[in-house]
């Protein structure tokens, strides 16, 4: 209110009187106009105001204070509680006792709403005390009236009367009522409860402090804050410099610490209580734990059979593990067979020999270890600075960023070991909660990569893989894992109890849950048309095995392979027998050994070797002279071959490798004879061979050296 609206609804007495105890000279023509104007330039003089507060009584002073720190303005209805104890007569004397600093409005709102205020001319000569400086109602006063219906929307205040005061004085009234206070804070985000807390804390923060606490995302919700809500203030009176001090509304902030005590201390919500749970279940799930190891060892198996060269840093080709991609119970999927290439590198499943790699002797028994394999699967990923998360090509890692990938990784392992098992979880509610429990994960995703592959992609990515691929976690509705966090609402996870396990390093028999425990008295079954089927739980040593007497052909609940000239060819060339293939098949075959298998090992075992390729020399050697014949009777093989030796012997002019494959496609099985290098290295390596189980030993031991 002012002073001249307050000064005429007063009658002319009571303004002779003010006039008189200001020391005003009254002339005998003095009218109301006269005696409001002189008022108005006497009375809000500082030395006046301090001279009439000091003739005040203690109580009434306080109650002027207080009137001033409330933004020098209450309704009456208000004022009468607040002052008189709900007892109107006894508020007017109080007034008008204190004629000339408050006054009573009766004209500005109407009868309805009558104010008790001290005008502004005067309001800015009454000190306030530091404690009670920057009340709620103080602070809505200054404040645009669109400004105030804006955030009186945003609470929920559906008001008729919408002037300015009254809508001041409802948004005071509501945020400093607990009800109404608690349902405010229940519409605000967790990240703007987080600010509040920090205002309950330290009382006075900055932008700086809010930024290095919370994040630069904060810091710009609360200046969107400062902006929209008017309940922040400056004690330098500047609240829009840079780095100025802002606190919270002081009686705003003792309601909300009543609030926060009763909450455990904070406004927040506990971390925990950040994690949803989908209201449905998911209507599709997608988990790993039971292929893991079988998947594993298809892989192998695909090494045993054709041995891939090693890439210049490690690995294999692509065109191989495509190969072994046919096969996994997760097809098509981006990674995955290369992460248990750079797995079974690591472990020393596979080792490099030569030019090639290699299957290791004791892969077989050790891919038997479940838990121990589980286990190193697990810390190879969370320690591993060669698998890249950061582009499609997963294998190739840059060393500027491995570190950078191992933090992530500790802070997403971190936080899991927070959150429920075998409990679903939505992956939005988990990437707030992820970004508000670790600060170098808030950071890094507020500083995305240069590379434009942001963090919430890269968690979708290790969630949706790598965690997946281990069993760590299952992932339902897994589509909307390919679409970002705001549009991904259906995308769900939930950590197994095996996950739980290799997260906590507890519970080691959790991590055989799932996954069909080996028998070692499994057998396959070998059929007439010359496939073998092999069951879930056959020991993955002999399942290695099967891969180099047959070829797979596809993997379900049971595996399906297909012996073959070739694949009986492919044995032989390791060094074994027909005796020990057929000792092999007969003793692991669930069923009598069909007689057309018998037959085709004994067709090939006495086909290899009636043609050796001796690279050495340059020469090929058959085991008689009808059959050189029959050689140089073919054109295509005679254009390989050179001059005849000797009946039996004739040099050839093709590369040795291509003269092996020409023979094969016309039926033959040639023998590679080793140099005198490859047999140096050979006797050195540590391969895949087969093994058996001799009658009346439980011991398994090898029969073929690669």
Same mark, same amino acid.
């Given at each position: 209110? =002012?002073?001249?609206?307050?000064?005429?609804?007063?009658?002319?007495?009571?303004?002779?009187?003010?006039?008189?105890?200001?020391?005003?000279?009254?002339?005998?023509?003095?009218?109301? /106009?006269?005696? %409001? #104007?002189?008022?108005?330039?006497?009375?809000?003089?500082?030395?006046?105001?301090?001279?009439?507060?000091?003739?005040?009584?203690?109580?009434?002073?306080?109650?002027?204070?207080?009137?001033?720190?409330? *933004?020098?303005?209450?309704?009456?209805?208000?004022?009468?509680?607040?002052?008189?104890?709900? !007892?109107? $007569?006894?508020?007017?004397?109080?007034?008008?006792?204190?004629?000339?600093?408050?006054?009573? #409005?009766?004209?500005?709102?109407?009868?309805?709403?009558?104010?008790?205020?001290?005008?502004?001319?005067? &309001?800015?000569?009454?000190?306030?005390?530091?404690?009670?400086?920057?009340?709620?109602?103080?602070?809505?006063?200054?404040?645009?009236?669109?400004?105030?219906?804006?955030?009186?929307?945003?609470?929920?205040?559906?008001?008729?009367?919408?002037?300015?005061?009254?809508?001041?004085?409802?948004?005071?009234?509501?945020?400093?009522?607990?009800?109404?206070?608690?349902?405010?804070?229940?519409?605000?985000?967790?990240?703007?409860?987080?600010?509040?807390?920090?205002?309950?804390?330290?009382?006075?923060?900055?932008?700086?402090? %809010?930024?290095?606490?919370?994040?630069?995302?904060?810091?710009?919700?609360?200046?969107?804050?400062?902006?929209?809500?008017?309940?922040?203030?400056?004690?330098?009176?500047? &609240?829009?410099?840079? #780095?100025?001090?802002?606190?919270?509304?002081?009686?705003?902030?003792?309601?909300?610490?009543?609030?926060?005590?009763?909450?455990?201390?904070?406004?927040?919500?506990?971390?925990?209580?950040?994690?949803?749970?989908?209201?449905?279940? $998911?209507?599709?799930?997608?988990?790993? =734990?039971?292929?893991?190891?079988?998947?594993?060892?298809?892989?192998?198996?695909?090494?045993?059979?054709?041995?891939?060269?090693?890439?210049?840093?490690?690995?294999?080709?692509?065109?191989?593990?495509?190969? +072994?991609?046919?096969?996994?119970?997760?097809?098509?999927?981006?990674?995955?067979?290369?992460?248990?290439?750079?797995?079974?590198?690591?472990?020393?499943?596979?080792?490099?020999?030569?030019?090639?790699?290699?299957?290791?002797?004791?892969?077989?028994?050790?891919?038997?270890?479940?838990?121990?394999?589980?286990?190193?699967?697990?810390?190879?990923?969370?320690?591993?600075?060669?698998?890249?998360?950061?582009?499609?090509?997963?294998?190739?890692?840059?060393?500027?960023?491995?570190?950078?990938?191992?933090?992530?990784?500790?802070?997403? %392992?971190?936080?899991?070991?927070?959150?429920?098992?075998?409990?679903?979880?939505?992956?939005?509610?988990?990437?707030?909660?992820?970004?508000?429990?670790?600060? $170098?994960?808030?950071?890094?995703?507020?500083?995305?990569?240069?590379?434009?592959?942001?963090?919430?992609?890269?968690?979708?990515?290790?969630?949706?893989?790598? &965690?997946?691929?281990?069993?760590?976690?299952?992932?339902?509705? !897994?589509?909307?894992?390919?679409? $970002?966090?705001?549009?991904?609402?259906?995308?769900?996870?939930?950590?197994?109890?095996?996950?739980?396990?290799?997260?906590?390093?507890?519970?080691? #028999?959790?991590?055989?849950?799932?996954?069909?425990?080996?028998?070692?008295?499994?057998?396959?079954?070998?059929?007439?048309?010359?496939?073998?089927?092999?069951?879930?739980?056959?020991?993955?040593?002999?399942?290695?095995?099967?891969?180099?007497?047959?070829?797979?052909? /596809?993997?379900?609940?049971?595996?399906? !392979?297909?012996?073959?000239?070739?694949?009986?060819?492919?044995?032989?060339?390791? *060094?074994?027998?027909?005796?020990?293939?057929?000792?092999?098949?007969?003793?692991?075959?669930? =069923?009598?050994?069909?007689? *057309?298998?018998?037959?085709?090992?004994?067709?090939?075992?006495?086909?290899?070797?009636?043609?050796?390729?001796?690279?050495?020399?340059?020469?090929?050697?058959?085991?008689?002279?009808?059959?050189?014949?029959?050689?140089?009777?073919?054109?295509?093989?005679?254009?390989?071959?050179?001059?005849?030796?000797?009946?039996?012997?004739?040099?050839?002019?093709?590369?040795?490798?291509?003269?092996?494959?020409? &023979?094969?496609?016309?039926?033959?099985?040639?023998?590679? +004879?080793? =140099?005198? *290098?490859?047999?140096?290295?050979?006797?050195?390596?540590?391969?895949?061979?087969?093994?058996?189980?001799?009658?009346?030993?439980?011991?398994?031991?090898?029969?073929?050296?690669?």
């Amino acid at each position: 209110m =002012t002073l001249r609206a307050a000064l005429t609804q007063y009658p002319f007495g009571t303004l002779s009187q003010l006039a008189r105890d200001a020391g005003v000279a009254l002339h005998r023509g003095s009218n109301k /106009t006269f005696l %409001v #104007d002189v008022l108005c330039r006497v009375l809000p003089e500082p030395e006046r105001v301090a001279e009439r507060l000091c003739a005040l009584s203690k109580e009434q002073r306080a109650m002027v204070r207080d009137l001033a720190a409330e *933004g020098g303005e209450l309704l009456e209805a208000e004022a009468v509680e607040i002052y008189a104890n709900g !007892f109107l $007569p006894r508020l007017h004397a109080q007034v008008s006792a204190l004629t000339g600093l408050v006054f009573r #409005d009766a004209h500005t709102l109407g009868d309805a709403h009558v104010l008790i205020g001290i005008p502004e001319s005067l &309001l800015k000569s009454i000190p306030i005390p530091a404690a009670d400086q920057g009340r709620l109602r103080a602070l809505v006063k200054p404040v645009s009236v669109g400004l105030l219906r804006a955030f009186a929307d945003q609470i929920d205040l559906r008001l008729l009367d919408t002037r300015k005061s009254i809508v001041g004085h409802a948004i005071a009234n509501a945020l400093l009522a607990p009800n109404t206070l608690r349902a405010f804070l229940g519409a605000l985000s967790e990240e703007r409860r987080a600010i509040l807390d920090l205002f309950l804390a330290d009382n006075a923060i900055t932008h700086g402090k %809010v930024a290095e606490k919370l994040g630069e995302a904060a810091a710009r919700e609360l200046e969107d804050m400062r902006w929209k809500m008017p309940i922040f203030y400056a004690p330098d009176r500047d &609240l829009t410099a840079p #780095d100025a001090a802002i606190c919270l509304a002081s009686d705003l902030h003792a309601a909300l610490s009543k609030i926060a005590q009763s909450r455990g201390g904070q406004l927040e919500s506990n971390l925990d209580d950040l994690i949803e749970t989908p209201d449905t279940p $998911p209507t599709s799930i997608r988990e790993n =734990t039971a292929h893991l190891i079988r998947d594993l060892t298809t892989l192998l198996g695909i090494v045993v059979r054709r041995a891939p060269r090693r890439l210049k840093h490690g690995g294999m080709p692509k065109s191989d593990l495509r190969d +072994a991609d046919k096969y996994c119970q997760i097809q098509n999927e981006p990674g995955y067979v290369e992460f248990l290439a750079l797995f079974a590198e690591t472990y020393r499943l596979v080792e490099f020999c030569d030019t090639a790699w290699h299957v290791a002797a004791d892969a077989g028994a050790r891919l038997e270890q479940i838990i121990a394999i589980r286990k190193a699967c697990f810390a190879f990923w969370f320690q591993s600075d060669r698998w890249n998360e950061w582009s499609a090509d997963r294998t190739r890692a840059a060393s500027t960023r491995m570190q950078e990938l191992k933090n992530l990784r500790r802070e997403i %392992v971190r936080s899991l070991r927070h959150c429920p098992a075998d409990t679903w979880m939505t992956y939005s509610s988990y990437y707030q909660f992820l970004t508000r429990f670790s600060d $170098p994960f808030r950071h890094f995703a507020e500083n995305p990569s240069r590379s434009g592959t942001t963090a919430e992609e890269l968690l979708r990515r290790i969630i949706s893989g790598a &965690l997946m691929w281990m069993g760590v976690v299952r992932v339902g509705n !897994f589509p909307a894992f390919s679409e $970002p966090l705001q549009r991904g609402k259906h995308a769900v996870f939930q950590i197994t109890n095996a996950g739980y396990a290799l997260l906590h390093d507890t519970r080691d #028999d959790a991590l055989t849950e799932q996954i069909s425990p080996q028998n070692a008295d499994a057998n396959c079954v070998v059929q007439p048309n010359f496939e073998v089927l092999v069951p879930p739980d056959f020991p993955c040593m002999h399942y290695l095995d099967l891969c180099i007497l047959g070829d797979l052909k /596809t993997q379900d609940v049971m595996a399906c !392979f297909h012996l073959s000239r070739d694949s009986i060819r492919r044995a032989l060339t390791r *060094g074994l027998t027909g005796e020990e293939i057929e000792a092999f098949l007969t003793q692991h075959s669930a =069923t009598r050994l069909p007689d *057309g298998v018998k037959a085709l090992i004994a067709e090939c075992a006495d086909k290899y070797g009636e043609i050796e390729i001796l690279p050495d020399s340059g020469l090929v050697k058959t085991a008689s002279r009808e059959l050189l014949d029959e050689l140089y009777a073919q054109p295509r093989i005679a254009r390989a071959l050179g001059a005849r030796v000797s009946p039996t012997t004739a040099s050839f002019n093709a590369a040795t490798e291509s003269l092996i494959h020409l &023979l094969q496609r016309q039926g033959y099985l040639p023998h590679l +004879a080793q =140099t005198a *290098g490859s047999r140096s290295s050979g006797g050195s390596r540590k391969c895949v061979a087969l093994h058996r189980r001799q009658p009346g030993n439980k011991s398994r031991r090898s029969i073929l050296r690669a």
